[in-house]
Structure formats: C-alpha cells, structure tokens
C-alpha cells in the first residue's frame, strides 16, 4: 500500500486561480517531498519540507505539513496554464539511502 | 544541481528478449535509484543502486529480472531480463546530489513496450 496519498485524483481551475493539492501519509518520515511531472517528462521536485518545518515557500509554491495529523499540503497561487501536470506528494524515509516513495498523484488542469 | 540522461528514450522489444537501459549523471552523484511507473499511475520504486556493489531491491522486483550495475559514481545500467508486455512502463533513474541531501533528480525516462 502507498505510504502516502493525495487525496484527490484531478482538480480542475482556471488560470489566475488557486488551488490546493493535499496529502496523507501513514509512515514516520524525516521529510515530506511534492513533486510535479509534466506529460512525457520525470518528475521534478518542487518542495521539500523536513519534519521540524511547518511551511515552506518557493515562488507562488506554498507547502505545508502538519505532522500530528501526517498531513500536507502544496498550495498554488495565480495559477498558469504550464501548472497542468500530475501533482505528486512523496514520503522521505531518510534511512540513509534517501530512498523516497511516492504518492498516486493529483492531475491538476488549468484552463485559460 | 544534477542532470540525468537515459539511453535509450524509447524502445520495443519482443516477449522474451532482454534490454538494457543507461542512465549517465553530469556529476558524481552518491545514491541513484530506478524507478517504475506504469501509464497514469504513480512511480514505485525498483532498486538502489550501490557503487561497486550489489544494488538493493524493493519488495517486487528482484536482481534476476532487473539486474543493476553501478561501476561509478555517475553511471547505472538497467536490465529488464525475459521481457513481458506487464514490463511496459516507463523506467526513470533517479540521483541524490553529493553534498546536498534536499534535492532529488530524475532523469527523462524510458519507456518501454514489450510485445
């Protein structure tokens, strides 16, 4: 089973928008990982948040973690037709080896 | 950072026949990991790849079907042993900067069709 799940498959919104993307994770972790993978493309690592952090920011990139409930979340402002990608949150199991584990994914498709 | 290239970008390949996939780092990089997704699914992980030796496995896959040779700090092969068309997916490496744990990178994929 999947140690970490968004819990939406597809969102849809239109450019200038927000949006959410959140996940949960059923495993301790060092650190919480979000990921975009655009079609045709590998996945490119957007935030990582470690275990002491609560928020993270990067750009209109906006992660947050909540580690009691083993949530997180990757917010989206003035959202651009280029943000349409599958939408991934991953677990760090920080064993040393940095091995991460992904979730299934949110489809996210921003409209004009 | 780090760019990852595979070789080949796509093939197919018959039931039964074996491939093997490259994946070249631009600088030495000290953990390397193969990847599986299968079409509008999620990544799972295969392998870690270990320098000089024997790679470690994740529940599933094992070293008789999927072989991995890592002879240097920025190359890894990848084999798919006995193909069958349930192989058809999309193989990525993956890499951790030396020196800069926070960042992970994927290299562009190949993907494979197994008739």
């Known amino acids: 089973s999947q140690l970490a799940e968004e819990n939406l498959w597809a969102l849809s919104v239109h450019e200038g928008e927000s949006v959410t993307v959140n996940c949960s994770y059923k495993?301790?972790?060092?650190?919480l990982q979000w990921y975009r993978q655009k079609s045709g493309e590998g996945p490119a690592q957007l935030i990582l948040?470690?275990?002491?952090?609560r928020e993270k920011r990067n750009g209109r990139l906006r992660a947050t973690l909540d580690t009691s409930s083993q949530s997180s979340s990757l917010s989206i402002t003035a959202t651009r037709c280029e943000d349409t990608a599958v939408y991934f949150c991953?677990?760090?199991?920080?064993?040393?080896?940095?091995?991460?584990?992904f979730g299934s994914g949110t489809r996210l498709l921003v409209s004009p | 950072s780090v760019l990852l290239y595979q070789k080949p970008n796509r093939d197919i390949c018959q039931s039964g026949t074996s491939l093997k996939i490259q994946c070249v780092a631009d600088?030495?990089?000290?953990?390397m990991f193969w990847y599986q997704q299968f079409q509008e699914q999620s990544l799972m992980l295969m392998a870690t790849?270990?320098?000089?030796?024997?790679?470690?496995?994740e529940s599933g896959f094992t070293k008789d079907k999927f072989p991995i040779s890592r002879p240097n700090l920025t190359f890894s092969t990848l084999t798919v042993n006995n193909a069958r068309p349930g192989d058809s997916s999309i193989y990525f490496c993956?890499?951790?900067?030396?020196?800069?744990?926070?960042?992970?990178?994927f290299g562009p994929g190949t993907r494979l069709l197994v008739l």
């Open positions: 600088s030495q990089v000290v953990s």
């Open positions: 991953a677990t760090d199991a920080g064993t040393g080896g940095y091995k991460v584990v």
């Open positions: 948040i470690r275990s002491n952090e």
């Open positions: 993956s890499s951790r900067e030396a020196g800069d744990q926070d960042t992970q990178y």
């Open positions: 790849a270990n320098e000089g030796s024997e790679a470690t496995y």
């Open positions: 495993t301790s972790i060092t650190a």
